[in-house]
């Protein structure tokens, strides 16, 4: 017998995808790769997962602890390297299971969209691009 078919893959996620093969961006605000650490809830159990990548709207966390498409969450951004953390609200925008052929480049996790950022930590997000796009230090 045949094995199960896999869920169709969320638009959202077919779209990154192709831009990512096509070297073009379909984002809106510039995303840099940077380390930090994502700690949030799903139901009652705490979760922490790996920041990929952050951008003035949002990030991408790398996680098997996967919230709903659409969910709103709080979320604690821990960049040890700064010693700072944020509180932010967060929407998941697409989430996806990875690519089991390749986790190293299409990890498990989820897209967010942030829907609320401190006004003293926006400042510091912007740095941390700005850094990252000018070949400074993270």
């Known amino acids: 017998s045949l094995p199960p078919a896999a869920a169709p893959e969320p638009e959202a996620v077919t779209a990154h995808r192709k831009a990512l093969s096509s070297g073009r961006s379909t984002r809106a605000f510039p995303r840099v790769s940077v380390p930090f650490e994502v700690r949030f809830k799903k139901g009652s159990d705490a979760a ?61 996790g989820m897209g967010c969209k942030f829907l609320d950022v401190d006004d003293r930590d926006a400042p510091f997000i912007q740095s941390l691009i700005d850094a990252a796009l000018s070949g400074g230090a993270t």
Do not use: C, H, Y
């Open 48 to 108: 922490v997962g790996a920041g990929r990548n952050v951008s003035a709207g949002g990030f991408f966390v790398e996680t098997n602890k996967i919230l709903p498409e659409g969910e709103v969450f709080q979320a604690q951004l821990v960049f040890a390297k700064r010693d700072r953390k944020l509180s932010v609200i967060a929407e998941v925008m697409w989430a996806t299971a990875g690519d089991p052929e390749n986790l190293e480049r299409f990890p498990p």
